[in-house]
């Protein structure tokens, strides 16, 4: 029975070693979970506060996509982009979140615009929209990050109200 017994902690004392694992270094872990990271998304998208009590994640984004488009377009119904620029019903803004809240702004003009003054639009568009109310910006990782977003902005006609 001693022998059975020295035999079993022997057999212990020498198998540990095949318990062992490869510990991987901190570079390779770091490596690892940057590549398991999805850069092109977000936890969270950029938010206002009437968005904020919305629980579901669709649709706060939504919420807040239409917002912004909103709040653009009441602040260019006030200009007169519409008289100076008839045949212009649609202008792209692409919309920078940063992380620190503020957010910038910048018409998309498509190549061949040469139809319309694109620095007078430009110009319109940075005098105009101004301040907006607080956003809240994206979240990676519990961590706000800079989004851009293109969103479309319906220019509507002052004959039209």
Known sequence: MRQLLLF???LLFNSCQYFEKQVPSEKELLQKELKSINWKEVDEFP???DCEKIADKKLREQCF????AQLIQEKLDIDSLSILYPELDTIEVKVTVFPNATMQFEPQFPKDS????????????????VDFPKVNPAIKRGIPVKTQFILPVIIKAKDAK
């Open 47 to 49: 938010s206002v506060v």
């Open 114 to 129: 040469v139809a319309y003054d694109t620095i007078k639009i430009d110009s319109i568009l940075h005098a105009r929209l």
């Open 65 to 68: 996509f239409e917002k912004m």
């Open 8 to 10: 079993i902690v022997v």
